[in-house]
Nanobody, 124 residues
Framework: QVQLVEPGGGLVQAGGSLSFSCAAL????????LGWFPQAPGKEGEFVAT????????RYADSVKARVTISRDNAKNTVYLQMNSLKPEDTAVYYC?????????????????WGQGTQVTVSS
């Protein structure tokens, strides 16, 4: 497992953009597949994006793929999420999660490491 820290998030108007980052403490992120997993009250969580350790393979949820970009900089030990054209329904706590798989999956049970989460609120 790896300890993940997430600054960022915040309040934004609908149609705006936000950038997120997630860094590792104490060890390199390179071996880990990473993803962003938003959870909103009363809703089932669903991945928005995942990326493998080398950054060569990504997966996106169909519902957001036109608006989202996940990337990573292993030299900085950080993974990033860029979300554009935000909608009120994007409001959630966004968790950075990490797993030891070689390829990105969209199954939360594959990810053993969780960041503390960052609140994103999109106002209409």
């Amino acid at each position: 497992q790896v300890q993940l820290v997430e600054p960022g998030g915040g309040l934004v108007q609908a149609g705006g953009s936000l950038s997120f980052s997630c860094a590792a403490l104490g060890r390199t992120l390179t071996p880990f597949t990473l993803g962003w997993f938003p959870q909103a009250p009363g809703k089932e969580g669903e991945f928005v994006a995942t990326i493998n350790g080398s950054g060569t393979s990504t997966r996106y949820a169909d519902s957001v793929k036109a608006r989202v970009t996940i990337s990573r900089d292993n030299a900085k030990n950080t993974v990033y999420l860029q979300m554009n054209s935000l909608k009120p329904e994007d409001t959630a706590v966004y968790y950075c999660v990490g797993g030891s798989m070689a390829y990105p999956t969209m199954r939360i049970e594959d990810y053993a490491s969780w960041g503390q989460g960052t609140q994103v609120t999109v106002s209409s």
